[in-house]
């Protein structure tokens, strides 16, 4: 079993690294300065998690209202199966809770396996289809929310 890594606030030193986990992580990457826009902004939750101070994975959400939305959730090839993607993903929905979120949406691509299992261990719920939402490859997105406020 893996060590746990560290989850904190992304700062402008960790967009290299980010967006480095990004390009290999997606068909469709975002670019460098559209993580680097996100940086401090009220809105949006962006965090890194490191081991040994190395970015290892990161997850970009948005909360507005009591309702929140799971832009982006990467983790680095070498790292993966080591509990960072469910560890991060715990973080956003704590930070969407003391923000008074009571729902986490996202959107995942129809054939990935790995993030589709991942949510749903973490008890997210299919709650509709967006055809051909994703470009390069076209393809289906299956919205998933999961209901996040104290019970
Ligand atoms: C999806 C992703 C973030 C998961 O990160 P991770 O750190 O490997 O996930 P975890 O180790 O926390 O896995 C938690 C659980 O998710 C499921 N899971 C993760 N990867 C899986 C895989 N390749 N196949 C099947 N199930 C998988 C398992 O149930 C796993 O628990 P287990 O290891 O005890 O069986 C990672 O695979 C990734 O970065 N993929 C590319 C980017 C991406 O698709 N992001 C999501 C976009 S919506």
């Known amino acids: 079993m893996s060590t746990s890594a560290e989850v904190r606030d992304v700062t402008p030193n960790d967009i290299d690294a980010v967006a480095a986990i990004e ?12 993580f680097a826009a996100l940086v401090g902004r009220e809105e949006v939750v962006f965090l890194v998690a490191t081991r040994d101070d190395r970015v290892v994975g990161f997850a970009v959400a948005w909360y507005a209202a009591d309702q929140g939305e799971l832009s982006n959730l990467a983790v680095d090839s070498a790292d993966r199966r080591g509990g960072v993607g469910a560890q991060l993903l715990e973080a956003v929905m704590d930070r969407g ?20 299992q991942l949510y749903q261990r973490q008890q997210f719920e299919e709650a509709g289809i967006r055809k051909a939402y994703y470009d390069a490859p076209r393809e289906d997105a299956v919205i998933m929310r999961r209901s996040i406020g104290r019970q």
Request: charged fraction near 30%; glycine fraction near 4%.
């Open 23 to 34: 390009a290999v992580s997606f068909p469709d990457p975002w670019s460098r300065r559209a």
């Open 97 to 116: 809770r003391a923000r008074g979120a009571v729902d986490l949406w996202l959107e995942v691509r129809e054939s990935n396996v790995a993030a589709r």
